[in-house]
C-alpha cells in the first residue's frame, strides 16, 4: 500500500534528464504527481543544449502510466526559472512542488581555481535555484501551499578541488533558512537535500540507475535518495529549513550548531582571554540547533538581557 501519495500534485523537478533528478522525477510520477522534467541536456561542466533526456525520462514515466512533459529551459536564467513554471501551468495548471537538482560540476582548487569556474556553479545550483523559486513564489501564496527542496551536498564541507562547487551548495543553506521564514505563514515549505549516490558527477553511469551492473551503482543507486526527497516534497513533511542526507540505504540530519562558548565578564576580552579559554569555545559540551538567527541571537547574547545579581537581590 502506497500511504504517501501526490494525486492531484504537479511538480518540477530540475535536471531531472539523468541521474538523481530522474529518480526524484519517475518516483513523484509513480506517486500519482503530475511532473515537469526539466532538463537542459547540457555536459556534466554545463555546455551544450539536448533535448534527449527530458524527452526521455518522459517517455519512460508515460510509459509506466504516469504523466510528465520535458521543458529544456535554462535554469540560470530569471527567464529559463520562470519558464519552467510557465510550463507547469499551461500543461497542469497549478504548481505545488519544486525540486531543484539542476546542477554541474568542473573541479578546481585554490589556486587554479578561476573566476569564471566559481560564476557558472553559482549560475546554475545557487542562482538557478533561486530564479525556480522565486517564479514559482506567488503561485505557492495564492494557493496557501508549496514544497520546496533544494538540492546542496556534503561537498560543502569541504574537499581540496571543489572549491566553487562547495560555495555554491553551501549558499543553498542560507537560501532555504531565509525561505523558510518567508513561507510559514503560506503554508510553504523549504527543505534541503544533500544525496549521497554514484552518478554522473561521480564518474558512474549518466542515468544513474540502479539496475546498472557496477557495484558502485547498486550501492549507491539514485533511487535510494529520491525517498527522503519525496517525504520532504509531500503535503505531510514536519520539518521546515532542514537539510537531509540520503544515499546508499542511509538517512541523517545534517545541521549548523553551536557551542555555548566562553562568556568573559571583566572588562574588555583581549585576545589572550580568546587564546587562554580556547578550550571552552571549542567544547561541544551542550551545543545547541539554532532555528533562525534571531534564535541565535536570542541565545548568543542572553547575558546581556539576563538580570543582573544585583538588581536580582534589590
Not at 500534485?9 to 538523481?20: N, S, Y
Not at 519552467?84 to 500543461?91: F, G, Q, S, Y
Not at 555555548?260 to 585576545?271: S, V
Not at 559540551?285 to 538567527?293: A, I
Request: hydrophobic letters at 45%; a negative charge; charged letters at 20%.
Amino acid at each position: 500500500m502506497n500511504d504517501f501519495r501526490f494525486d492531484g500534485r504537479v511538480a518540477i523537478v530540475t535536471g531531472a534528464g539523468r541521474g538523481i533528478g530522474r529518480a526524484h522525477a519517475r518516483l513523484l510520477a509513480e506517486r500519482g504527481a503530475k511532473v515537469v522534467v526539466n532538463d537542459l541536456g547540457g555536459s556534466m561542466e554545463g555546455d551544450g543544449v539536448d533535448a534527449a533526456p527530458a524527452q526521455a525520462v518522459v517517455k519512460e514515466i508515460v510509459a509506466a502510466g504516469g504523466d510528465a512533459v520535458a521543458d529544456i529551459n535554462d535554469v540560470s536564467t530569471q527567464e529559463g526559472g520562470q519558464a519552467i513554471v510557465d510550463t507547469a501551468l499551461e500543461n497542469f495548471g497549478r504548481v505545488d512542488i519544486v525540486v531543484n537538482n539542476a546542477g554541474i560540476i568542473k573541479y578546481a582548487g585554490l589556486p587554479e581555481v578561476d573566476l569564471d569556474n566559481l560564476w557558472r556553479h553559482l549560475a546554475v545550483h545557487l542562482i538557478g535555484a533561486f530564479n525556480t523559486t522565486r517564479a514559482v513564489w506567488p503561485h505557492f501564496v495564492d494557493q496557501g501551499y508549496g514544497r520546496v527542496v533544494l538540492t546542496t551536498s556534503s561537498g560543502l564541507l569541504g574537499l581540496g578541488n571543489n572549491l566553487s562547487y562547495a560555495t555554491a551548495k553551501a549558499g543553498l543553506v542560507g537560501l532555504a533558512r531565509s525561505a523558510k521564514l518567508a513561507g510559514e505563514a503560506h503554508g510553504i515549505k523549504v527543505n534541503l537535500i544533500a544525496p549521497a549516490a554514484y552518478t554522473r558527477m561521480a564518474g558512474g553511469d549518466p542515468l544513474g540507475s540502479a539496475a546498472e551492473t557496477s557495484p558502485e551503482q547498486r550501492f549507491m543507486s539514485s533511487e535510494a535518495v529520491a525517498p527522503m526527497v519525496a517525504f520532504l516534497a509531500h503535503e505531510s513533511c514536519p520539518v521546515n529549513g532542514e537539510i537531509y542526507t540520503a544515499g546508499a540505504g542511509r538517512f541523517a540530519r545534517l545541521f549548523i550548531a553551536s557551542t555555548e562558548g566562553y562568556l568573559h565578564h571583566d572588562g574588555m576580552p583581549t585576545i589572550e582571554d580568546v587564546s587562554g579559554n580556547w578550550d571552552a569555545i571549542n567544547d561541544e559540551t551542550g551545543y545547541y540547533v539554532p532555528s533562525d538567527l534571531m534564535a541565535w541571537s536570542g541565545s548568543f547574547l542572553k547575558h546581556q538581557f539576563a538580570p543582573s545579581a544585583d538588581a536580582a537581590s534589590s
